[in-house]
C-alpha cells in the first residue's frame, strides 16, 4: 500500500489546495499501479512551522514562499 508522504511550510496551502494535492497525487499512484490501488494509496501532508525548514543554507518563511510563488525575487 503506498503512502506518500507531502511536507509543506505552515500556511502557504488553504484546505482546497492540499484536498487537490491528496486526490491528484492518488491519481498519480494509480496511473502506475492500476486502480485497484486507489482506495489503499494514503497521502499524508504535514505543515513544518514558518521558519523551520531550509534551503541553501536559509530557513524559509511562510512569507517567503508565497513571495517565491507569486513569482516574486526573495532576498
Known amino acids: 500500500m503506498p503512502l506518500i508522504e507531502v511536507h509543506v511550510i505552515e ?5 482546497e489546495q492540499k484536498r487537490q494535492m491528496i486526490s491528484k497525487l492518488t491519481d498519480a499512484m494509480v496511473s502506475i499501479e492500476g486502480e485497484a490501488m486507489r482506495g489503499v494509496t494514503w497521502v499524508k501532508i504535514s ?23 507569486s513569482g516574486r525575487k526573495v532576498a
Request: no cysteine; net charge negative; aromatic share 8%.
Open 11 to 15: 500556511n502557504v496551502f488553504n484546505a
Open 47 to 69: 505543515e513544518v512551522a514558518s521558519g523551520e525548514w531550509g534551503i541553501g543554507g536559509q530557513a524559509l518563511t511562510t512569507e517567503a514562499v508565497k513571495e517565491l510563488a
